[in-house]
């Protein structure tokens, strides 16, 4: 008889000792009781017998996780402090069913490169892992097509990631133009059924590059050689929502130190990290001719004369206009005239929004809705009004001036599957829209060829946000949105903003923002620094508090020079999903002496997040 340790996959347990007659590798699949049910689970290692009592592996399965993927596993588990397990549960394991290995094409078309971009792909190639830091439409996807092709000949496999609103069938169709079958894309949204033919066309050797989110970072790639990370800047490559709490774009970079592989990342608007931290090739300029002027506006957010007059001067030169507002409900609050109180979500602390349309309020974070009340609950008066405009009402403001014009919305309320991204963005790209008004979605990378005139609205309240990173990703957005205007020739970009000196600075000179940045982070933020947040929830509020307490005496122990309590008490957001919610952010740097500082926190009340990007 043979003893195993065997991990669960996404249970949060250490491993357990198993039994069986047969000789089975690590990483391994096999099912095996738990608490009654049989579940999956991964062979960690064999061991001596036992002095306790075992119970029987049932079944080996017919899949393992190969070695990169071990490897990652292995680092997720230690360095955002979860349990092997629930690490495992993140990767899509190999099969060991024997497929017909797939012989297709291995010569590809090669892009047209400049001269500056030969010595760009010339650059990355030196170095196992590097950033191309270029300006909106300065050719970065060209040089990712070269570098791709020179893998994919070579017989590797390449990974292409970016955020999941960024995979539209118009990416998809170009890659698809340089390499064929060998394509494949990996989201959230694909059915079961086409994840299992992905998978299988991966096995085969026939998808050999996968463009995907960050999710696809955990495919069985065995002869992977090459990670782009497009618009390595944004926050999406960092799971917020779950469990472990990890940054793909991170742990790209992590692979490079364990196996022959490169990491190439590429922005407009690079991470003050990803800049200070990696060797960066500039380039500047576009690929296209294109000429762009900044208006600035410090009206009240919503339609000033500015606006009116730049929309009307766009319209009539039979061109099309993006208007960027970052928020999505029609009105952001309800406001008591009276006694300034705000209708807040009885299960959340946050004011919840104003949904003019369906005439509801709706809470961003949990989904409860509820009827508009008529009076205020805390003084009783009748004189309610909405507060701050949204991408609703702005719609409506903008169909009354300007009727002729044919106006959409495009943000998660309007664009809530795929075939609808694809269609709006298809009508958009065939002239049928004359304005397109929406959300941080019209940032991303979508190639706008007709727009004039980009307008940039609201944005005061993000710089002002209490978050250190508030001036990087506030203007980052700025400067994404203006990227969509004049991509063929003279473009306008309005800021309507109160902190007109901020923009002007910067609008058009990230490269000077971010030396300023430097300075400004320097020995107390990341990337100087280290952080970890500590948030506690339960529906007491007692027990959430008394728990943060504990915890920061226990903390005190390891007070000193290599670790910093920055500070502990409620939430940004104190009360979400029924839960008072309390905090403790601490800062060191040294990342072993955080990890003591976070396995000292360990509780099922507590979510530990290591590098944290989200502060409410």
């Not at 017989?155 to 995979?167: D, K, N, R, V």
């Not at 196996?259 to 380039?283: C, I, M, N, W």
């Not at 349309?357 to 989904?367: A, D, M, T």
């Amino acid at each position: 008889m043979r003893y195993y340790e065997v991990v669960f996959s996404g249970v949060n347990l250490a491993a357990l000792t198993y039994k069986s007659e047969l000789d089975i590798a690590p990483f391994r699949a096999v099912t095996a009781k738990l608490r009654g049910k049989s579940l999956v689970g991964f062979i960690l290692r064999e061991v001596d017998e036992p002095s306790f009592k075992t119970t029987l592996i049932d079944e080996i399965l017919p899949i393992k996780l190969n070695d990169i993927q071990v490897t990652l596993a292995k680092f997720i588990a230690y360095y955002y402090t979860c349990e092997l397990g629930v690490a495992i549960n993140l990767f899509e394991p190999q099969s060991l069913i024997d497929d017909e290995i797939y012989s297709g094409a291995t010569d590809f078309k090669a892009p047209n490169l400049s001269q500056k971009q030969l010595e760009a792909l010339n650059f990355i190639n030196e170095r196992k892992s590097s950033l191309i830091f270029g300006d909106t439409g300065s050719g970065k996807s060209e040089i990712y097509i070269a570098k791709i092709r020179e893998i994919l000949k070579a017989g590797g496999q390449a990974l292409f990631l970016m955020p999941e609103i960024s995979l539209t069938p118009q990416m998809q169709k170009r890659l698809e133009s340089f390499f064929g079958e060998a394509v494949a894309v990996w989201h959230s949204k694909i059915t079961p059924k086409k994840k299992e033919q992905i998978l299988k066309e991966i096995k085969s050797g026939k998808a050999r590059l996968i463009a995907g989110a960050r999710s696809a970072l955990f495919l069985p790639l065995e002869r992977l050689k090459l990670i782009i990370i497009d618009e390595e800047h944004d926050d999406s490559y960092k799971n917020t929502g779950s469990k472990p709490h990890y940054n793909a774009r991170d742990l790209a970079l992590y692979l490079t130190s364990k196996f022959d592989l490169q990491v190439v990342l590429g922005s407009a608007t690079p991470s003050l990290t990803s800049f200070y931290k990696q060797e960066h090739f500039r380039l500047k300029g576009t690929y296209f001719a294109s000429q762009k002027s900044y208006i600035f506006d410090e009206s009240e957010t919503g339609i000033s004369e500015i606006l009116k007059e730049q929309i009307a001067k766009t319209l009539e030169n039979k061109k099309q206009a993006v208007i960027c507002l970052p928020t999505r409900a029609n009105f952001k609050y309800l406001v008591c005239k009276n006694c300034g109180e705000t209708v807040k979500c009885p299960f959340c602390s946050i004011g919840m929004s104003y949904y003019k349309k369906q005439n509801v309020l709706k809470c961003q974070y949990c989904e409860h809705k509820m009827a508009v009340p008529k009076t205020c609950h805390q003084c009783g008066s009748e004189m309610i009004e909405a507060k701050k405009i949204g991408t609703s009402e702005l719609l409506e403001r903008l169909q009354a001036e300007f009727a002729n014009a044919r106006i959409a919305k495009f943000d998660r309320d309007e664009i809530t599957t795929q075939n609808k991204l694809v269609k709006a963005l298809k009508e958009f790209n065939d002239g049928k829209i004359d304005i397109l008004l929406g959300t941080q979605m019209l940032s991303k990378g979508h190639d706008y060829h007709n727009v004039e005139l980009a307008v940039i609205m609201g944005f005061d309240e993000l710089l002002n946000f209490p978050d250190f990173r508030a001036r990087e990703r506030t203007l980052a957005l700025a400067m994404q949105v203006a990227g969509r205007a004049g991509r063929n020739g003279a473009g306008r970009v309005i800021i309507q903003s109160k902190q007109r000196e901020f923009f002007e600075s910067y609008i058009s000179d990230y490269d000077a923002f971010l030396k300023e940045e430097i300075g400004y982070r320097e020995g107390l933020y990341p990337p100087f620094t280290r952080l970890l947040r500590v948030v506690v929830s339960h529906k007491d509020e007692s027990m959430a508090k008394g728990t943060m307490n504990e915890f920061a005496q226990r903390l005190e122990s390891l007070k000193g020079d290599e670790l910093e309590i920055v500070g502990y008490g409620k939430c940004q957001i104190e009360y979400l999903g029924g839960k008072f919610r309390y905090e403790i952010l601490l800062r060191s740097n040294s990342h072993a002496m955080l990890l003591k500082a976070a396995n000292l926190c360990k509780s099922e009340l507590s979510d530990i997040d290591i590098d944290p990007v989200n502060f409410s």
